[in-house]
C-alpha cells in the first residue's frame, strides 16, 4: 500500500511536463550567446531594415523574371547536367571498392582504416574549396568542376555504403562462403543484394544533390550554370538571376519526383 | 496438373524491362556526357606538375598568419554558423508544421509551406549568400541570412516528415480529453520528435559549420574571405594554414557532434 502513495505525485509538486532545470540553463546559455554573437557579427536592427530596404528594391529588379538570354541559360545547364552525371557515375564507381574495403564486416584492420581514412577526407572540405584545388590543376572549366564532385560523392556515397555494408545481415555471407565461393562471389552474390536497394537511394539522392553543387563550383569558375549565374549577377542582370533560379527550382523538383519512380524500379 | 514455370525467376518481364531500360538510359546519359563536356586534355595532362607546384608553394605553412587574422575570421564562421542554425530552427518549425499533413489538414497550405521548402533548398548557401551580399552588402550578416535561408528547408522537410510519422494513438487521447491544437503539438507532437529534432539540427549545424567557411569567397564574411584574399595575392603558405584550420574545425566538430548524438539517443 505505501509503495503506491509513494509513487502517487505530491500534490503541489511540479506540474507535469516541466522541463528540467538543465534544459532551462541551456536555453538561457543558447540565449545569451546568441545575444553575444549578433553583436560580434555587428547585426544591428537598423541595419537589418536597411537591408530590407535595399532587398526589397533589389525584388523589384528581379522582377519580372526575363528568359530573354535563354540559350545562355540552356548551355549553362546542360553543362551543369553533364558535370552532375559524370561526377555521379565516377564518384560511385571510385566509391564501391572502398566502401567495400572500409566495411568492417568484411575487411580486415589493415584494409578498413586506409579506406575510412579516404572517405574522411574527402568529407573533410567543401566541394568549393575542391574546386579551387583543381581549378588550379586543371585549369577554368568544366573538368575541374567534376573533378570536385567526384570527391564529394565519394566522401558522401563511400560512407554511407560503407555504413549501408555494415548493417547487413551475415548469414547470406556465410551461406555463399560455406558453398567455397571467392571473395568477389561473395561480394557479388550475398552482399550487393542487400544493399542494391539503398545504394540506388543514394546514388539518385547524389546525382541531385551534385546537380545543386554543380550550381555552386561554377562561381569559382568550374563551369556550368553557376558561371552563367555569377556573370548576370557581376552585370545586375537581377532578372535573369531569378530566371536561372526558378529553372534550378524546377529541375531538381522535377528530379525529386524522377528519382521517386527509379526507385520504385529497383524497390522490387 | 497445371504446368509450373520450370526456371524460377526473381523479376517478372515488365520489371526487367524496366530495369533494362533504366540501364540503357544510364549508359546514355554518361555517354552523351563524356561526348558533351569540353575536357582540354593538355591541362589534364600537366596536372600533376600543377598540383606539385601547388604543394610546393604552400610549404611549409605560414603558421606565425594564424594568430593575426585566421582566428578571428575562425570565430566568424563559428558565429554565422551557430546563429544562421539558430535562426533557421525558428522559421522552420512553423514551416514543417503547415507541410505535415497530419498537422494542417489542408492541401493549399502543404503544398505553400512544401514549396518554401523545396525553394530554400534548391538554392545553394553560396548562391543565397550572393543575394545577401547584394541586399545587405559584404560582411558576416549576408553570410548569417544565406546559411540560415537554406538551412530552413533541410530542417523543415526532416522535421515535417518526422511529424507526419509521430504515432497516432497519443494525438487521439490528447484530442479526446478535448487538448487544444496547441497543447496537442506541445504534450502530444513535441516529446515524439524531440530526439529527431535535435539530431537534425546537430546534423545541420555541422554542415553549416564546413559551408560557412566558404561563404566569405562571394564576400559574406568568415574563413573564405581572407582565404580569397590570400589566393588572389598568391600568398599559397597561408593558403595552407587557412586550409588546415577548416581541416581541424571540421574533425572537432564532428567529434563534438558525435559525442552529443550519443548522449541524446
Avoid at chain 1, 574495403?101 to 574527402?122: D, H, K, Q, S
Avoid at chain 2, 528547408?153 to 497519443?170: N, Q, S, Y
Avoid at chain 2, 504534450?187 to 535535435?198: D, E, M, S
Amino acid at each position: 500500500m505505501s509503495m503506491v502513495a509513494a509513487k502517487s505525485p505530491p500534490s503541489g509538486g511540479d506540474p507535469p511536463f516541466h522541463s528540467s532545470w538543465q534544459a532551462r540553463i541551456i536555453a538561457l546559455l543558447v540565449l545569451v550567446y546568441a545575444v553575444y554573437a549578433l553583436g560580434q557579427l555587428d547585426f544591428s536592427f537598423d541595419r537589418f531594415v536597411k537591408g530590407l530596404d535595399s532587398g526589397a528594391h533589389f525584388l523589384a529588379r528581379m522582377f519580372p523574371p526575363s528568359y530573354k538570354n535563354w540559350d545562355q541559360l540552356l548551355t549553362g545547364f546542360i553543362e551543369s547536367m553533364e558535370i552532375a552525371v559524370l561526377a555521379t557515375f565516377f564518384g560511385v564507381l571510385i566509391s564501391l571498392p572502398i566502401a567495400v574495403l572500409g566495411a568492417r564486416n568484411l575487411m580486415p584492420g589493415w584494409a578498413t582504416w586506409p579506406a575510412r581514412l579516404i572517405v574522411t577526407l574527402c568529407r573533410a572540405f567543401n566541394p568549393v574549396i575542391t574546386a579551387i584545388i583543381f581549378i588550379k590543376a586543371v585549369g577554368f572549366g568544366a573538368l575541374a568542376g567534376v573533378l570536385a564532385l567526384i570527391v564529394a560523392s565519394i566522401g558522401f556515397v563511400g560512407k554511407l555504403f560503407m555504413e549501408a555494408i555494415e548493417e547487413i545481415s551475415m548469414k547470406q555471407i556465410e551461406a555463399v562462403r560455406a558453398t567455397g565461393a571467392p571473395f568477389m562471389s561473395v561480394v557479388i552474390y550475398s552482399v550487393l543484394p542487400q544493399v542494391m536497394g539503398r545504394l540506388v537511394g543514394f546514388c539518385s539522392y547524389q546525382l541531385d544533390s551534385n546537380l545543386r553543387n554543380s550550381t555552386m563550383v561554377g562561381i569559382v569558375g568550374a563551369g556550368g550554370i553557376g558561371g552563367v549565374l555569377f556573370a548576370a549577377f557581376q552585370r545586375f542582370e537581377y532578372d535573369f538571376v531569378l530566371a536561372i533560379l526558378i529553372t534550378i527550382i524546377a529541375v531538381v523538383l522535377a528530379g525529386e519526383l524522377a528519382s521517386n519512380h527509379v526507385k520504385r524500379i529497383f524497390r522490387v | 496438373m497445371a504446368a509450373v514455370s520450370a526456371v524460377w525467376q526473381r523479376h517478372s518481364r515488365g520489371q526487367k524491362l524496366a530495369r533494362t531500360v533504366l540501364w540503357l538510359l544510364v549508359a546514355a546519359a554518361v555517354a552523351a556526357s563524356l561526348k558533351g563536356i569540353d575536357v582540354i586534355w593538355e591541362f589534364l595532362w600537366d596536372a600533376p606538375e600543377q598540383v606539385a607546384d601547388m604543394a610546393w608553394r604552400m610549404w611549409p605553412p605560414d603558421l606565425a598568419y594564424y594568430p593575426q587574422e585566421v582566428h578571428k575570421a575562425l570565430m566568424e564562421t563559428f558565429h554565422i554558423a551557430t546563429v544562421g542554425t539558430i535562426f533557421s530552427m525558428l522559421f522552420a518549425l512553423p514551416l514543417a508544421i503547415l507541410a505535415a499533413h497530419n498537422l494542417t489538414p489542408n492541401k493549399a497550405l502543404n503544398l505553400f509551406a512544401k514549396t518554401c521548402l523545396v525553394a530554400s533548398r534548391s538554392v545553394n548557401s553560396l548562391v543565397w549568400a550572393l543575394l545577401f551580399v547584394a541586399v545587405f552588402g559584404p560582411g558576416p550578416m549576408a553570410g548569417t541570412v544565406a546559411i540560415a535561408f537554406r538551412s530552413i528547408g533541410f530542417v523543415g522537410k526532416l522535421l515535417g516528415e518526422a511529424l507526419e510519422e509521430v504515432h497516432f494513438g497519443a494525438i487521439e487521447a490528447l484530442k479526446a480529453a478535448g487538448a487544444t491544437q496547441t497543447s496537442q503539438i506541445l504534450y502530444g507532437y513535441w516529446p515524439a520528435v524531440k530526439p529527431a529534432f535535435w539530431s537534425i539540427m546537430l546534423l545541420r549545424w555541422d554542415i553549416n559549420i564546413r559551408e560557412s567557411s566558404v561563404l566569405g569567397l562571394v564576400g559574406a564574411g568568415g574563413l573564405g574571405m581572407i582565404m580569397n584574399a590570400a589566393i588572389d595575392t598568391f600568398q599559397w603558405e597561408r593558403v595552407a594554414t587557412i586550409l588546415l584550420t577548416i581541416f581541424a574545425v571540421v574533425v572537432v566538430v564532428e567529434i563534438v557532434v558525435t559525442f552529443f548524438r550519443r548522449r541524446l539517443i
